[in-house]
C-alpha cells in the first residue's frame, strides 16, 4: 500500500502482558515517529527514528517501553508489563527526511489495557 | 521549553457560519508551522505548512495564515464535512510539538 501501516488496530490485552504493535513506513521515507493519543487528548511524543537509529527517545513514559527499527523500515513499539495507563490509540508516522516537516500517519494501534 | 497552544478547545458552527481558529507558538528559530485534520478513529492528516510571517495557504474552504507569533486556520462558509479537530504543530529541528487541538462540529 502507499500509506504508513499498522498493526494491529485493535488489541485487548490482560495488565502484566508484554505487546508490540508495528509500523510500516511509506518507502523510501527515512524518519519515523512515534505518537500516542489517549482518550480526548492530543498527541504525545515518544520516539522518533532517523534510519534506524533513535536520538531521542525522550518521550518514552517509563523503562518498559521500548522501539527499533530495521532496515531503515519497519518499527516496532514493545510495551512490558502493560499498566491500564497504558490504554491508548498509539499512532507511527514517517516523513520523507531528516527534519520535521509533513508528517504521514497511520490509522493507529488501539491499546486497551484490562 | 517550545509550546504550541490552541484555542478555543470547541467550536460548535452552523452550516455556513464562518469562523477562525488560533495557534500561538512560542519556539524560536520557527522551522515551519503545519496545520493537521484529524477525524474520528483516523491518524491526523496534514493540511498546510506556513514558514513565515504573512504567508497565507488556501485548500477548498480553509485558509491558513502566519504571523510572527501566531497562525489562523479561518473556514469560510463550513459545511458538516468539515467537523473534525484541527491540529497545529511547529518543527524545531525533527521534534514536533503539536497543541491539544480545536473540535469543529459543523450542524446542518
Known amino acids: 500500500g502507499a500509506g504508513v501501516s499498522q498493526s494491529p488496530s485493535n488489541k485487548v490485552t490482560e495488565k502484566g502482558k508484554d505487546v508490540e504493535l508495528r509500523c510500516d513506513p511509506i518507502?523510501?521515507?527515512?524518519?519515523l515517529y512515534w505518537y500516542r493519543q489517549s482518550l480526548g487528548q492530543g498527541l504525545e511524543f515518544l520516539i522518533y527514528?532517523?534510519?534506524?537509529?533513535?536520538?531521542?527517545k525522550s518521550g518514552l513514559p517509563s523503562d518498559r517501553f521500548s522501539a527499533e527499527r530495521t532496515g531503515g523500515s519497519v518499527s516496532t513499539l514493545t510495551i512490558q508489563r502493560t499498566q491500564q495507563e497504558d490504554s491508548a490509540v498509539y499512532l507511527c508516522?514517517?516523513?520523507?527526511?531528516?527534519?520535521?516537516?509533513?508528517?504521514?500517519f497511520g490509522e493507529g494501534s488501539r491499546l486497551t489495557v484490562l | 521549553e517550545d509550546q504550541v497552544t490552541q484555542s478555543p478547545e470547541a467550536l460548535r458552527l452552523q452550516e455556513g457560519e464562518s469562523s477562525s481558529l488560533n495557534c500561538s507558538y512560542t519556539v524560536s528559530g520557527l522551522r515551519g508551522l503545519f496545520w493537521y485534520r484529524q477525524d474520528p478513529g483516523k491518524g491526523p492528516e496534514f493540511l498546510f505548512t506556513l514558514y513565515s510571517a504573512g504567508e497565507e495557504k488556501e485548500k477548498e474552504r480553509l485558509k491558513a495564515t502566519l504571523t510572527k507569533k501566531e497562525s489562523f486556520l479561518h473556514i469560510t462558509a463550513p459545511k458538516p464535512e468539515d467537523s473534525a479537530t484541527y491540529l497545529c504543530d511547529e518543527s524545531n529541528d525533527y521534534k514536533l510539538s503539536f497543541g491539544a487541538g480545536t473540535t469543529v462540529t459543523v450542524r446542518a
Open positions: 527514528f532517523q534510519g534506524n537509529s533513535a536520538p531521542d
Open positions: 508516522a514517517s516523513s520523507p527526511g531528516a527534519g520535521a516537516g509533513e508528517l504521514f
Open positions: 518507502s523510501g521515507h527515512t524518519a
